[in-house]
């Protein structure tokens, strides 16, 4: 059995080209359009405890970042890292599913290019659900060393070419299952197949190198935008779900608050289960998600 057909039964694998990228994705499910982006360091294959519940009432269609998982890069794009970027690859992906409007939920750096999204293209995104993260720009106007302690790959992964790909490529496993670890608690609470596939991905130096391209952006280009739309006033006009790891906050704020600045309908909570609320708090997740979608 395929992967594919373990995690999300009933789904279909499709690759859909856009202008600078190869997308790798699964469809699942009938009704209004609903985008799940995953985070680092993982791929589409974080959405299987989400997915099949949400395609009982929605269109379902999990995605690999573009770089990450089956997903890749086309050409030589100038800011292949950058969330504006990914997201102007993800909406030619809906398009030309013959989705032009859609909900967009992503989790870590998925929900990052999900709120960019949101802000460059607010005619197509009728709604916004973010998982454990706030925007780049409040990150790091918060970061201190508890932080970068924490987070260090933050600052790791976005060193210059060719250093983190160097890293890496000496035990991209160990490194993985340590990142994961740290995310999940233990590898066990992950399902077997779900991190073969994260394993799989993670061995291929195109992955690497785009994931540090990524981290990148996030400590350059990502910021930039943020800073230049807050500076404008320009705030997103969709309805957002904001869940986030019980007792995070950023730079003392919780996420809540954060997120207020940024939109005018936020609602949200915090949940138990840390870093990976769509695999280990899926029950929790869906038990917002759902209802928050159906009013958007």
């Known amino acids: 059995m395929s992967a594919t057909a373990e995690l999300f039964p009933g789904f279909r694998e499709v690759e859909v080209e856009t202008s600078?990228?190869?997308?790798?994705?699964?469809?699942g499910g009938s009704g209004e359009p609903v985008l799940l982006v995953h985070g680092y360091p993982q791929t589409k294959a974080a959405w299987h405890r989400v997915a099949g519940p949400l395609s009982d009432r929605y269109r379902v269609i999990a995605v690999d970042l573009p770089g990450y998982g089956?997903?890749?890069?086309?050409?030589a794009p100038a800011d292949p890292g950058s969330k504006r970027w990914m997201g102007a690859q993800l909406h030619e992906m809906m398009a030309a599913l013959g989705h032009s409007r859609y909900a967009v939920v992503g989790h870590d750096r998925g929900a990052r290019a999900a709120y960019r999204m949101a802000l460059d293209m607010p005619e197509a995104v009728t709604a916004l659900a973010s998982l454990t993260v706030v925007p780049v720009s409040d990150v790091w106007a918060g970061a201190d060393k508890k932080f970068g302690m924490g987070a260090f790959h933050w600052y790791m992964l976005a060193q210059p070419f060719d250093l983190p790909e160097r890293l890496l490529a000496s035990d991209p496993?160990?490194?993985?299952?340590?990142?994961l670890t740290k995310m999940a608690g233990s590898l066990d609470n992950l399902h077997p197949t779900a991190l073969s596939e994260y394993r799989r991905a993670f061995r291929d130096p195109a992955v690497r190198h785009a994931v540090c391209e990524d981290y990148r952006a996030?400590?350059?280009i990502d910021e930039r935008h943020d800073l230049?739309?807050?500076n404008r006033g320009r705030k997103i006009d969709c309805p957002v779900l904001v869940l986030w790891e019980e007792g995070k906050t950023f730079g003392g704020r919780v996420p809540l608050d954060i997120w207020q600045d940024w939109a005018s309908d936020v609602s949200g909570r915090g949940l138990s289960g840390g870093h990976l609320l769509a695999e280990r708090s899926a029950d929790d997740v869906l038990a917002d998600l759902l209802p928050f979608l159906e009013r958007a």
């Open 228 to 230: 230049e739309d807050r």
């Open 218 to 220: 996030g400590a350059g």
């Open 173 to 179: 496993d160990y490194f993985l299952d340590l990142t």
């Open 20 to 27: 600078q990228a190869r997308l790798s994705a699964v469809i």
């Open 70 to 75: 089956d997903s890749r890069i086309v050409g």
